[in-house]
């Protein structure tokens, strides 16, 4: 198994603790559009009481990459998407919060 694969299946594993449905092609897509970030282990998690955090999350990922206009709508479905992945969980993968808020946003097309 490559060391992707075990990340995905890693990814996998965390949701289904979770409790969150997901679709494995989506998640495998969303995986691959972070390139190397998954293999470093401060840039692999996203920190939900960062502020600073959540701001170039929702500039660089909901704005630039999925081509979103800025709206009060991305500030609360970042909030969303932090709460149902866990505020107090320290493991909120960037994976799991970038699937969660591609699907939350209906924004699944950009990874046809």
């Known amino acids: 198994m490559s060391k992707f694969d075990e ?5 996998q594993s965390e949701m289904k603790k979770l409790g969150l449905k997901f679709d494995a092609d989506l998640l495998t897509k969303v995986t691959k559009g972070l390139g190397p970030s998954i293999y470093k282990a401060d840039a692999e ?11 170039t999350l929702k500039k660089n990922f909901l704005m630039k ?10 500030d609360h479905t970042v909030e969303n998407v932090i709460e149902k992945v866990g505020k107090s969980n ?14 939350e946003l209906g924004q699944e097309s950009k990874y046809n």
């Open 7 to 11: 990340k995905i299946a890693l990814y």
């Open 90 to 103: 320290r493991n909120k993968y960037r994976v799991i919060v970038y699937y969660e808020l591609v699907k």
């Open 65 to 74: 990459k999925l081509g979103l206009a800025d709206s009060p709508k991305l």
């Open 45 to 55: 998690t996203v920190s939900g009481s960062d502020k600073k955090e959540l701001e």
